[in-house]
């Protein structure tokens, strides 16, 4: 070999040495994180930040694993399954707590009420019905999971009726425009998006939105904080980095959400059940990050919390702020 082949041998050795320093963070392989996704318009940061490429930015892959309602969100974080989870109703969140204290930490909390809608009583086009009152003998569906199961009849047993006085069916989400539209049933516990497709077919109405804020909370401009975005403690603990890296992401979806809506709401097509002629009208809960919260939010929140305690859904007192993290 001659002197020249050896020299140039040798710096090419050393530029191998060197780009493995310097190779650019992107082409590094990204860190694997399973997310558990209810597809409704409060998973609405998932899909965000997934598409718009915060994650990846991020150095986050994410495995969406499509998990209807919050059982088994609840199951797939207990049992490592998943790392995360998209939206996680805050009863069952603080219920799984209890069980596993600090398996559902909530990076985010999601507020609704007249105003930011998603929980709403619906009714099929051709039924009578101009108050909650006036459900009573009708078949009624609700979103499944004890928590919307309990919150709708807790809203009913408000209004006057009692568990008899109709029927309350659980159903999977994906199915209720289909139902409402068959006249399976003559009303509905429903969420966004769906009220809002039924709207736009014209085979159901809004009866009533945010009534979880005014029955239960008393008040109809109270911020119910009922779910939100979630990362398991054992996710924090074992990979600290990625967890803190795949929340900022999580944070950066819930700015650009908060400032940009109207381009946000795009995302919902095509991950949700919104078709492109709904997206735009939409309504969406209130995101909020865990360190915008003041002391009033963290006071209805508990009070919420308080009131499934008191009617049992939750088997003790919970402190809410225990399970509020940020990084």
Same mark, same amino acid.
């Given at each position: ?48 930040? /997934? ?52 398996? !559902?930490? #909530? ?5 609704? %009420?007249?105003? #930011? ?6 009714? /099929? ?22 928590? %919307? ?51 736009? %077919? ?40 990625? !967890?803190? /890296? ?10 650009? $959400? %908060? ?5 946000? /709401?795009?995302?919902?097509?095509? =991950? ?24 009033? =939010? ?14 049992? $859904? ?8 225990? #399970?509020? #993290?940020?990084?």
């Amino acid at each position: 070999m001659s002197k020249a082949k050896g020299i140039f041998g040798r710096l090419a050795a050393a530029a191998v040495v060197v780009s493995a320093f310097f190779w650019p963070v992107g082409a590094q392989a990204l860190d694997k994180v399973k997310v558990g996704v209810f597809p409704v318009s409060s998973s609405l940061p998932y899909f965000v930040a /997934r598409d718009r490429g915060f994650f990846k930015d991020a150095g986050i892959d994410v495995e969406m694993v499509r998990l209807i309602g919050g059982p088994p969100n609840v199951a797939g974080l207990i049992t490592n399954q998943i790392d995360a989870s998209a939206v996680l109703v805050t009863i069952e969140g603080m219920n799984a707590d209890l069980k596993k204290p600090g398996v !559902a930490m #909530y990076i985010s909390i999601n507020a609704q %009420n007249a105003q #930011y809608q998603m929980e709403q009583f619906v009714v /099929r086009k051709g039924v009578k019905a101009n108050s909650l009152a006036d459900l009573k003998g009708m078949k009624i569906m609700s979103a499944p999971g004890p928590a %919307n199961v309990t919150m709708a009849k807790a809203v009913l047993a408000a209004v006057g009726l009692k568990e008899g006085d109709y029927t309350l069916d659980q159903l999977d989400m994906g199915q209720h425009i289909n139902a409402m539209t068959a006249g399976t049933f003559d009303a509905g516990y429903t969420l966004e998006p769906n009220a809002s497709v039924m709207r736009a %077919n014209g085979v159901a109405t809004t009866l009533e939105a945010g009534v979880i804020a005014k029955y239960i909370l008393g008040d109809p401009k109270a911020l119910a904080w009922i779910a939100g975005g979630v990362i398991s403690s054992d996710f924090i603990k074992n990979r600290t980095d990625v !967890a803190k /890296r795949y929340t900022a992401a999580w944070l950066k979806a819930i700015d650009f $959400i %908060n400032t940009s809506p109207q381009e946000a /709401r795009k995302y919902l097509a095509k =991950n949700t059940f919104t078709p492109d002629s709904v997206v735009a009208t939409v309504p969406l809960v209130k995101f909020t990050k865990i360190t915008d919260l003041t002391a009033g =939010n963290k006071a209805e929140f508990q009070k919420f919390i308080d009131f499934s305690t008191a009617s049992g $859904i939750l088997s003790q007192k919970v402190d809410v702020t225990k #399970y509020l #993290y940020h990084f």
